[in-house]
Structure formats: C-alpha cells, structure tokens
C-alpha cells in the first residue's frame, strides 16, 4: 500500500499547507512518497493565490492551472520584457505625459491637472481607441492610430514584442514593474497597465526621473517625427540599428552592444512632441 492510499496522508497534507514552497521542494528530494503529496496540485494552488494576489498581470495560462509548475513558471515571467498581441489587447491603459515632452501637452494633460489619467485599449485590428471620458486633448479624435510591433527603437534591434509602434511617433519601449505589471515608454509618454497615483504619490520607478527612455536614446525617432520626414530610422543610425536593447537596471540610460549611437551628437539635444503621441 502506498503512502497515497493510507489516512496518514491526509494529515500530512493538511500539515504540508503551512510549509513554505521551499520546505515543499526539500520534501520533494526526500522520498518519491513525500514528492507525490508535496507536489499535489491542491497544496500550490493555495500557494499560487498567495504569490498572485495584489499583482497587475500574471499570465492566463498560469492562472488557469494553479500548480507547482504555474509557480515557478509565473516567477521566472515576471521578468519578461516582450508582450504579446492578446496581452496587449487585452489591457486597459493608462497614460500620462512625461515633462519632457513639454509645458504645452503636459498642461493639457488630464493626468497632470487631476491626477486621473487618460486610458487606451489596443484592439486586435491594429486599431487604438481612448476608453476614458476625460474632455481633454479629443480634437483628433476622427484620426485612426494604428498600431504595430516593431523590431528597431532607441538605435537598436529587440525581439518582436519589445517595442509597440504607434503612427509616426517614438515607439513605446516594454518593461516590467515589481507588482508583475506592463510599463511601455516612450521619450514623451508612459502607459501603464494597472491604475496609478497622482504623481506626488507615484513610486520613484513610476515618476519621470525613475524611467529609463528619454530623447538621448530616442532622438532619431523624435527627429523623424517632429520634422514630418518618412524615411527608415536605421538611415539616421551608423550601425544601422544592428545592436541589441538592454536596458540598465538602474538610472534613466540604457546601455546597448554594438556601434555609437548617432551620426551627430548635436541631434541628441531635448525635443518636444508636435502632436500627442
């Protein structure tokens, strides 16, 4: 008879749910009978809740089969950097302006004058649409923003999913928060995928001074559009944009493998947005 058919392990089990998750993988090396009870599906889907609760995003398949498995995998994810087209589209979020891109579009800001930012769904059509009902900043509202991935941002490549491309604007960089949420960027914007605080209240790696983009890596981008020019980035780039993103852990800079970074530091100076974006 196994350890599995005998009463003795349902007290085991019962015990085993105030262990923490390594007190239940040491058991695991202990014998195959202790792997088999400290492995079940029902001790770390209690645990799973534990570890999820209070955080913006966990993935879909994770939460739909809380298991030891589902643990692990959702702490290795929380570290990724590259989004999906359905997590994407299937957040609402939450945007602000950054002081950088000046006095005229932060004033206008509803985020900047309530601290109530204007909200944004991605549609899987490739289509962007406001979902708040803030009055301000609605005069292009007839134009259609688009949307796409794209592979070059900041004079680098990433991987598909890294950099979100809306119209002619900067792209948005992807990153992760330490509540598991989605951040995307740019040298003016920040979007959020979970609500925010005034931003007397926002934590430092939330606030301006905490992010990582801003016009010294996204000049190109900033030049292409404030100068209405329609021409490939990698044009305004000496190493064509063949270098990898890899943003610093710290500070506002990001740090790339490969080439310098512009063809004229002069071009690298601060610029505002001519239109929202």
């Given at each position: 008879m196994s350890l599995d058919e005998t009463p003795?392990?349902?007290t085991l089990e019962r015990v085993f749910t105030f262990f923490e998750p390594l007190d239940l993988c040491v058991l695991a090396s202990v014998s195959r009978a202790l792997r088999g009870l400290s492995e079940r599906d029902s001790l770390w889907?209690?645990?799973c809740t534990s570890l999820w609760q209070g955080k913006a995003f966990v993935?879909?398949?994770?939460?739909?089969?809380?298991?030891?498995?589902?643990?692990?995998?959702?702490?290795a994810d929380k570290h990724r950097d590259t989004i999906t087209r359905g997590e994407l589209?299937?957040?609402t979020w939450h945007f602000r302006f950054k002081r950088d891109a000046g006095e005229e579009w932060t004033d206008a800001d509803p985020y900047w004058k309530?601290?109530?930012p204007m909200q944004w769904s991605f549609r899987t059509d490739g289509k962007m649409e406001r979902a708040d009902d803030h009055p301000e900043l609605r005069a292009n509202e007839s134009e259609v923003r688009r949307w796409k991935f794209t592979r070059v941002s900041c004079g680098a490549r990433g991987p598909k999913g890294r950099f979100v491309k809306v119209g002619?604007?900067?792209a948005y960089v992807v990153s992760r928060t330490a509540n598991w949420g989605w951040l995307m960027e740019s040298c003016w914007v920040v979007l959020y995928s979970f609500p925010i605080s005034p931003y007397s209240q926002?934590?430092?790696e939330y606030r301006d001074e905490g992010l990582k983009v801003d016009t010294d890596l996204q000049w190109a981008e900033a030049f292409l559009y404030n100068n209405a020019l329609n021409v490939p980035l990698r044009y305004l780039l000496q190493d064509g944009a063949d270098s990898e993103y890899e943003p610093e852990t710290e500070g506002r800079s990001a740090k790339r493998r490969g080439g310098a970074r512009t063809r004229d530091s002069k071009r690298r100076k601060k610029?505002?947005?001519?239109a929202n974006g």
């Open positions: 003795e392990h349902v889907s209690v645990l993935a879909e398949r994770f939460r739909q089969t809380p298991s030891k498995a589902s643990y692990r995998g959702s702490l589209c299937s957040l309530r601290g109530s002619r604007f900067p926002l934590p430092n610029s505002s947005p001519k």
